[in-house]
C-alpha cells in the first residue's frame, strides 16, 4: 500500500444540513396537510370538532423559522446538543397533532354528534400510530445527524474504519426499569387523577399504555454499534423507544481515550453514557472536558484504533487483542 | 473489525475490503455468525461508494466465506470459517516442515514465488 497519512479532522455542521432540511421540509408538509384539510373540510365538522382541529399557525411557523435559522447560524458544531433530541420529540409530537386530526376529520365529517377521537379503538389506535411513526422518523434523522455530522476532513489516501457492537444486559434492564419506573409512576398517578381530562371517553386506561410502554422499553433492551474511523468517532444506539440516539466525537477533540469498567446506573440522564451492561467499557475525554462512554467488549482495541489513528499510524490491533485479555487498568 | 484500504494502491478498493475480511477470518478475529457492518455504514465511514462495497461482500459471498441475509446485512459463514481454519493449519505444517530442514521465512515465501 502507498505512503500517506491519515486525515485527522472532520468537517461538522454543514453535513448535517441535509438532514435538518429533510426534517423542515416534512415537519412543515404535515403542517400545511392539516391546515390544508381543515381549511377543505371544516365546514363539514360539527362545532366541537371544528375547535379541536383548528389551532393558530403562528406557533408552527415560529418553530420552522427556528429550525431553518439553525442552518444558517454560522456555529462549527451548531445542533450537536440538540439535534437528536429534538427531531424525535418534534416530530412525535407533530405526528400525535396529525394522527388526532386524522382521527376528528374522519369520525365528524357530516356528522351531527361530535365524537371524540380518543372515544375508540382505532382512534386510539391511530393517534399512537401517528406518534410512534412521527417518533421514528425523528429518531431515524437524528441517527442521520450523528452519523454525518463529523466526515472526512480532507482527502486522505488512507482509510480506515473499525466497527463493533453491543447490547443491553440484565443490569441495564434493572437501572433502566428503576429509572423508567420513577419517570412512570408519577405520570401513572397524574393520569389516575385527571385521567377523563385526557381522554374524555377512553375505553382503553391511559395507565394500561403507559406501563405497557414502560415494559416494553425495559424488555426490548437497546443495541448500540460503533465505528472508528480516521474522523470520528461514532456510536448509534438502535433502541426505538430511547431517545438517545447516540453520540460522535472527532479524533481532533479528543483528549484521551481509555479503557475502563463501568456499570448502568438509574436515574442518569446523561446523553453521552452509553453504558448498557456490567464490564468494560471505552470512554473518551475530549479537549473541553466532555466525557463520552459505551460499554464495549473490544474497548483496549479500540482505545488501540483511536490512539493509531490519532497518531497518523496504521491501526495495529493485534497488540491490544492480546493486551485486551488482561485485567483493565482503569476502573470508574 | 478493522477496514483499512488505500485509495492509490494499484488493487481495487472492494478487493482491499475482501482482503480485510479473509484476513480478520483467517487471524480468528471474526468468528463464525459475525456479523459485517451494513454495506452502507462501511461505505460512508470509508467515504467509498455502497456498491464497492456490496462487490466486496458478494465476492465474498462467492467464496463461501459470507451468508448474505436480506434484512439481516453479512454474516461470516461456518464453511468459511472451517476452510479458513484448514489453510492456517496446512500453512502452520509448512512452517514447521521449514523449520524442520533449516529454512528461513524468508527462503521460504521464495520458494512459494518461484512455484507459482
Known amino acids: ?332 | 473489525m478493522l477496514f483499512e484500504i488505500d485509495t492509490l494502491s494499484s488493487a481495487p478498493i472492494y478487493g482491499q475490503i475482501a482482503a480485510c475480511v479473509r484476513r480478520a477470518i483467517a487471524d480468528g478475529s471474526l468468528k463464525a455468525g459475525s456479523k459485517l457492518p451494513p454495506s452502507r455504514d462501511l461505505a460512508r465511514e470509508l467515504d467509498v461508494n455502497m456498491h464497492t462495497v456490496q462487490r466486496a461482500y458478494t465476492q465474498l459471498r462467492e467464496e463461501g466465506l459470507l451468508e448474505l441475509r436480506q434484512g439481516r446485512g453479512a454474516i461470516v459463514a461456518s464453511g468459511g470459517v472451517a476452510s479458513s481454519a484448514r489453510l492456517n493449519s496446512l500453512i502452520r505444517d509448512l512452517l514447521s516442515e521449514a523449520d524442520a530442514r533449516g529454512l528461513t521465512t524468508a527462503e521460504l515465501a521464495r520458494l512459494m514465488e518461484t512455484m507459482r
Not at chain 1, 400525535?96 to 379503538?121: C, E, H, K, Q
Not at chain 1, 489516501?157 to 409512576?185: K, Q
Not at chain 1, 403507559?210 to 460503533?226: E, K, N, Y
Not at chain 1, 444506539?237 to 472527532?250: K, M, P
Request: charged share 15%; with cysteine; net charge positive.
Open chain 1, 1 to 332: 500500500m502507498s505512503i500517506g497519512r491519515y486525515a485527522r479532522g472532520a468537517r461538522s455542521a454543514p453535513a448535517v444540513n441535509p438532514v435538518l432540511l429533510g426534517f423542515v421540509a416534512t415537519y412543515a408538509s404535515i403542517v400545511v396537510l392539516s391546515f390544508a384539510a381543515v381549511w377543505a373540510l371544516g365546514s363539514r365538522l360539527p362545532v366541537e370538532a371544528r375547535q379541536l382541529a383548528s389551532f393558530p399557525p403562528e406557533g408552527e411557523l415560529i418553530a420552522i423559522v427556528v429550525y431553518l435559522a439553525l442552518i444558517v447560524l454560522p456555529r462549527a458544531n451548531r445542533m450537536r446538543y440538540a439535534l437528536e433530541t429534538i427531531l424525535p420529540i418534534g416530530l412525535s409530537m407533530l405526528g400525535a397533532y396529525a394522527a388526532i386530526l386524522t382521527a376528528t376529520l374522519w369520525f365528524n365529517i357530516d356528522a351531527t354528534v361530535f365524537r371524540m377521537p380518543f372515544g375508540s379503538l382505532p382512534g386510539i389506535g391511530l393517534i399512537l400510530c401517528g406518534t410512534f411513526a412521527g417518533w421514528l422518523v425523528g429518531r431515524y434523522l437524528g441517527g442521520l445527524a450523528i452519523s454525518r455530522r463529523l466526515r472526512r476532513e480532507a482527502a486522505s489516501s488512507r482509510r480506515s474504519a473499525w466497527f463493533a457492537e453491543t447490547s443491553t444486559d440484565g443490569s441495564w434492564r434493572r437501572a433502566s426499569g428503576v429509572t423508567t419506573g420513577l419517570i412512570t409512576l408519577p405520570v401513572l398517578l397524574l393520569t389516575q387523577a385527571t385521567s377523563p381530562a385526557y381522554a374524555p371517553g377512553s375505553p382503553l386506561p391511559l395507565q394500561l399504555l403507559l406501563i405497557g410502554s414502560w415494559a416494553f422499553a425495559v424488555v426490548v433492551g437497546d443495541h448500540a454499534t460503533i465505528s472508528i474511523s480516521d474522523a470520528a468517532v461514532k456510536v448509534r444506539t438502535r433502541s426505538w423507544l430511547s431517545n438517545n440516539a447516540g453520540w460522535s466525537v472527532s479524533l481532533s477533540e479528543i483528549a484521551r481515550a481509555e479503557a475502563v469498567t463501568d456499570r448502568p446506573k438509574p436515574l442518569i440522564f446523561d446523553r453521552n453514557r452509553i453504558v448498557l451492561r456490567t464490564g468494560p467499557a471505552l470512554e473518551i475525554k475530549t479537549l473541553t472536558g466532555s466525557r463520552y462512554s459505551l460499554s464495549l467488549d473490544e474497548a483496549p482495541e479500540a482505545v488501540a484504533v483511536i490512539e493509531a489513528l490519532r497518531s497518523g499510524a496504521p491501526p495495529d490491533v493485534s497488540e491490544a487483542e492480546d493486551s485486551g485479555r488482561e485485567p483493565l487498568s482503569a476502573t470508574r
